[in-house]
């Protein structure tokens, strides 16, 4: 029992960082064809998501990162195409190349080791027409004053001010911070050169965002929670994988094998790999639903349900923008894919401070925006409600796919959630106070990042006075 808790614990307490690597089994040249395919990949998305320059990437994406790759980083250069928006990075002494291209809505793909510029057209694209998006609008918090006495806005600023310092992290480098409620914006700010346009990675934020495609797929009756999670590769009569169900699978207890640290998912995330791949191989470890561990795959499998649930590529590659991210105005948003079309919903996604409210004033609006009911109207309470099985205690509870800040941390209500992400990104609701916190930083690898947790109860004493 002792090795399993220790286990489970350092997933969870190393869920938000960088891990280093001590043991490494990857062969140098692996090694450096991720370190290729992370400078590719951040790069083309930096600059066609986010409409960065290579300077302020340099500064803010390829800086204070996993340490496997950071050095290697750093000795190689991007080839940066911007008439047919790819990024080229040779590795190798040049032998070898790593190739990440970008496409509307879904933001850049990696290419697997050995692609070339000849494959370029040969990754979907089903939305080559869309037309880029232009400012945000501030929908729907626009042209609606907010009061807030002089005490309370001399506090808040404060507050806010002391986020882009080292108060709340002596790693902590933050790029925005976003207080709103459903009716208005309490307070935003953005370091120099960003707008609220300006979109950039959410690491495992974007669990939060899958739980809420898998939320709209609930309300459309394409899923049901409690049922089978049915993926093609478990379909065996003797497989006991075929026990795994959805809920399973948000609740993070799918019982796979995700090695002893499951957020590390390096073929993936910049080794030009497939979900399929590598997701649906794991083995089974534990029974379902007896184990909580942090594991990228169970998120990612999540969405693998979902994709085999549509009869062609381009309808479940639709289908989070249709029927979610359209709708409630989240179109700065990019949700990657791998080059076969599986959503990596477990970390990159790019989006924006304000597309993150969206998302969560949904959540306060009980998934009902503009009238429609986007989630079922329950959603808020089951991702809310805690798993089965849970972290240990010096973690966040869990639910599906969100943090539980519940009687485990006293100073904040008991009602608080969050979407956490690495390198300080944060989604917090607090549906008692009609209330959603973002900050989005680039923390810095191996030091202590941005606490969440005091700058949300900061903020909350600010707006009490």
Same mark, same amino acid.
């Given at each position: ?10 997933? $969870? ?18 090694? /450096? ?37 950071? &050095? ?16 080229? @990075? ?38 080559? &027409?869309?037309? *880029? ?5 501030? $929908? ?5 004053? #907010? ?15 002391? $986020? ?60 049901? #929670? ?6 093609? /590769? ?24 995700? /090695? ?53 590529? +381009? +309808? ?27 959503? =990596? ?9 304000? +597309? ?36 240990? $205690? ?24 969050? *979407?956490?992400? /690495? ?11 009609? #209330? ?6 680039? +923390? =810095? ?13 900061? @903020? ?6």
């Amino acid at each position: 029992m002792r090795r399993t808790s220790m286990t489970t614990l350092s997933s $969870a307490l190393l869920a938000l960082s960088a891990l280093p690597i001590s043991n490494a089994t990857e062969t140098e040249t692996t090694e /450096n064809a991720y370190a290729a395919g992370y400078l590719a990949g951040f790069t083309c998305s930096a600059v066609f998501n986010g409409n960065k320059e290579i300077s302020a990437i340099r500064r803010d994406e390829l800086t204070g990162i996993y340490s496997l790759v950071a &050095d290697k980083v750093q000795q190689l250069q991007p080839e940066i195409n911007r008439d047919h928006r790819y990024v080229r @990075v040779t590795y190798d002494e040049g032998q070898r190349a790593r190739i990440s291209v970008w496409r509307p809505k879904l933001g850049c793909v990696d290419l697997p080791v050995g692609a070339s510029i000849n494959d370029l057209a040969k990754v979907a694209n089903p939305f080559a &027409d869309t037309v *880029a998006s232009g400012s945000d609008d501030g $929908a729907p918090w626009a042209e609606r004053p #907010l009061q807030l006495n002089n005490e309370q806005q001399q506090a808040l600023a404060a507050v806010i001010e002391r $986020a882009f310092g080292k108060t709340y992290g002596s790693g902590a480098r933050t790029s925005a911070v976003l207080v709103v409620s459903p009716e208005h914006i309490i307070a935003e700010k953005y370091q120099t050169g960003f707008t609220p346009e300006t979109a950039q990675r959410t690491w495992s934020v974007a669990k939060s965002i899958g739980a809420s495609v898998i939320g709209a797929a609930v309300q459309q009756r394409l899923l049901e #929670l409690d049922e089978p999670a049915g993926i093609a /590769n478990w379909s065996h009569d003797l497989d006991p994988r075929r026990a795994i169900t959805l809920e399973n699978l948000l609740h993070m207890a799918s019982g796979l094998d995700s /090695n002893k640290a499951g957020n590390r998912t390096d073929r993936v995330y910049m080794g030009g790999g497939l979900v399929s791949d590598t997701a649906t191989e794991s083995a089974l470890e534990v029974t379902p639903g007896e184990r909580w561990k942090y594991a990228n795959n169970d998120t990612l499998l999540a969405l693998r349900t979902l994709r085999e649930r549509f009869a062609t590529l +381009d +309808d479940y590659l639709r289908f989070p923008y249709e029927q979610l991210l359209d709708k409630v105005g989240m179109e700065h948003t990019f949700l990657e894919t791998d080059w076969q079309g599986d959503f =990596i919903l477990s970390s990159q996604v790019w989006t924006t401070a304000r +597309d993150l409210a969206r998302l969560g004033v949904l959540h306060l609006n009980n998934g009902v925006w503009n009238g429609e009911q986007i989630l079922p109207e329950n959603w808020l309470s089951y991702i809310s409600s805690p798993a089965p099985a849970q972290p240990p $205690a010096a973690a966040p509870g869990y639910g599906a796919q969100w943090w539980l800040y519940n009687e485990r941390f006293p100073e904040l209500p008991n009602d608080t959630i969050a *979407a956490r992400g /690495n390198r300080g990104q944060f989604l917090v609701i607090i549906p008692s106070r009609n #209330l959603v916190i973002v900050r989005r930083g680039y +923390d =810095i690898a191996g030091e202590p990042g941005f606490n969440e947790r005091d700058f949300t109860r900061d @903020v909350l004493r600010a707006l009490a006075l």
